[in-house]
């Protein structure tokens, strides 16, 4: 895949089926964060941008095994789903 096709896939997977099928990114996110800081019973609280961020090295680390159009397109749309939630500043 070239640069660009990884890219709208990103933007068209986030904007249509992901969102179809998972609802609100940060409503997805902000559950997935609440569920990750329960699990881990301590003071640490996870954000939605911290969801994406550690979805982002699952993606990363899958890469290192092989290299796959999915994890590339996956890290894009991680990517800049991560970049519109921090600009709520849940920090």
């Not at 990517?79 to 849940?90: D, R």
Request: glycine share 6%.
């Amino acid at each position: 895949m070239k640069r660009d096709d990884i890219l709208n896939q990103a933007k068209e997977l986030i904007n249509g089926d992901r969102k179809k099928d998972y609802g609100n990114a940060w409503l997805n996110h902000k559950r997935i964060a609440d569920y990750w800081s329960n699990y881990i019973d301590n003071d640490t609280k996870f954000t939605p941008t911290d969801v994406a961020v550690m979805m982002m090295l699952v993606k990363i680390a899958r890469v290192q095994h092989s290299y796959t159009d999915d994890s590339f397109v996956d890290i894009c749309g991680y990517s800049a789903l991560a970049g519109e939630m921090s600009q709520i500043g849940e920090k």
